[in-house]
């Protein structure tokens, strides 16, 4: 079964800790991002990746950050640092970058409390 | 900077009946655009992709198309569906993707 899968589907934390997104693929994509859907606006691009040990910073990068180890793996972090972290965040993967068909994981919901 | 408009916000209508979505776009300097659906608290499906070489494409019910020289696409639903209720996202790519904040269609029976 190839896809793309992110857990947990939701996530709490309280104020003032990191937390790790876990993002997989088994498409054999080279390039993977991380956006962030906050209600009534489009997608923001956190990180992408364009290949391993390689990524670039996106539009809302502050208090976020990744790594790119594997192929298969992009995890997020949410550090402190990042003033409003609740929200939905959804991992995407494509064969190559700009321009290509992004699939996207099913999300993460993270609730700080 | 890039900008992605996506009007109305919100659309009800009866089933059976044909629509139209409308995404808006400020830069036409776009390699392709692509439509997506998105269903409550999930991740998004891919519905269909326009090259920007292209006016249109198909697919089942579904017909998108593309105007470059004026920044538009629609998205055209055939005799809607309940199941069709979803938001629906337009995303352009041109230096990076820009996405719309999406429309959120719901089909009544």
């Known amino acids: 079964d190839g896809g793309i899968t992110q857990s947990p589907k939701y996530l709490f934390r309280k104020e003032g800790q990191n937390v790790t997104l876990s993002c997989e693929q088994n498409l054999n994509h080279d390039a993977m991002y991380w956006y962030r859907q906050d209600p009534g606006q489009g997608l923001r691009l956190i990180y992408y990746s364009q290949i391993v040990n390689d990524f670039q910073k996106g539009d809302i990068a502050e208090g976020y950050s990744v790594s790119r180890e594997k192929k298969e793996s992009f995890p997020l972090t949410v550090t402190s640092a990042q003033k409003n972290p609740t929200a939905f965040y959804l991992c995407a993967s494509s064969m190559r970058t700009n321009p290509d068909t992004q699939y996207f994981g099913p999300g993460t919901r993270l609730t700080v409390l | ?109």
């Open chain 2, 1 to 109: 900077k890039q900008e992605v408009t996506q009007i109305p916000a919100a659309l009800s209508v009866p089933e059976g009946e044909n629509l139209v979505l409308n995404c808006s776009f400020t830069d036409s300097a776009i390699y392709n655009l692509q439509w997506f659906r998105q269903d409550p608290g999930k991740g998004l499906t891919s519905l269909l992709l326009i090259q920007s070489s292209q006016r249109e494409q198909t697919s089942g019910r579904l017909n998108a198309s593309l105007d470059k020289s004026s920044g538009r696409s629609t998205l055209y639903i055939a005799a809607s569906q309940p199941g069709d209720s979803a938001t629906y996202l337009c995303a352009v790519w041109g230096n990076d993707m820009r996405f719309g904040a999406g429309t959120r269609l719901t089909v009544k029976p």
